[in-house]
């Protein structure tokens, strides 16, 4: 399927690895010039070439902290007028709520809630004045079944999709669409993070986790990252102008409710 946006231009952000990195492949083997955006230099720029060589699209790395507003600024310098959104961060620690204070939350707020509201404020009225948006927010499967040890994550990233539940009712009328893609358990460097987390307060060794959730997962296996930069890349399409406001669970099944 062609997917409608070759020449686009992307910013996404936190791409150097797991699904942000997935998502900027996808979009750049459709055609789409991007700019990730990373901490760490080397990690970025190694990704970077990766993606040209992969597909030959225009790749800008821009290194800086997105939950900041330097960093932010950098990207928006880089990428000004881009077509297509991907808002990603790294999630805050997993942990006991008892042992979290203000600085905690307040960190948690800014990097997976601020954020992304003020990138979305950035750039939305651009992609309403050219007629063509789409904006993806990457979330996290907690939104529709919190998990107790990522309580930060849990409250930070439903304020995100409260707020974006009503913006994304008022931009579809100018083919700007502004959507939440939820990851269950995909295979990255956070879910190690979070099985050794949940090996700690188990008390079982961190591999005897690791299968423990992969037999529970009724698809028996973890997502691939490739999988989620796929359903990205439609989400940005052409094809997926009549779908906004809505939260796309990518978990395997793992989630039992029926809606």
């Known amino acids: 399927m062609d997917l409608g946006i070759a020449g686009r231009k992307a910013l996404v952000c936190a791409a150097s690895r797991g699904l942000g990195k997935a998502c900027a492949l ?6 789409v010039s991007v700019t990730i955006t990373a901490r760490t230099r080397d990690v970025l720029e190694r990704t970077a070439e990766e993606i040209r060589q992969a597909t030959g699209v225009e790749v800008t790395p821009v290194v800086g902290d997105i939950t900041t507003d330097e960093g932010r600024q950098a990207a928006l310098d880089a990428c000004p007028e881009p077509d297509i959104l991907i808002n990603n961060a ?3 620690p997993p942990g006991d709520f008892r042992n979290w204070g203000r600085d905690e939350w307040i960190g948690a707020v800014e990097g997976n809630m601020l954020t992304p509201i003020l990138l979305i404020k950035a750039t939305v009225d651009g992609m309403i004045a ?3 948006g789409r904006i993806v927010n990457i979330t996290s499967s907690a939104v529709k079944a919190p998990i107790p040890v990522l309580g930060l994550s849990n409250g930070a990233r439903s304020g995100l999709t409260g707020f974006v539940a ?3 009712r008022e931009t579809i009328a100018h083919n700007v ?4 893609l939820l990851p269950g358990p995909f295979e990255t ?3 190690r993070a979070t099985f050794e987390a949940s090996a700690k307060r188990s008390g079982r060794p961190v591999e005897e986790e690791v299968e423990h959730r ?3 997962n009724p698809a028996r296996r973890f997502g691939r990252p490739e999988e989620f930069g796929a359903a990205c890349a439609f989400l940005c399409s ?3 102008g009549y779908m906004t406001g809505q939260n796309i669970l990518l978990d395997g099944g793992a989630y039992p409710g029926t809606f």
Not at 177 to 180: L, Y
Request: charged share 25%; net charge positive; hydrophobic share 35%.
């Open 26 to 31: 996808a979009l750049a083997r459709e055609g």
């Open 90 to 92: 790294g999630g805050p």
């Open 130 to 132: 050219r007629g063509f």
């Open 166 to 168: 009503g913006i994304a």
């Open 177 to 180: 669409t502004i959507n939440n």
């Open 189 to 191: 460097d956070r879910l």
């Open 214 to 216: 992969r037999r529970s």
């Open 238 to 240: 052409v094809h997926a």
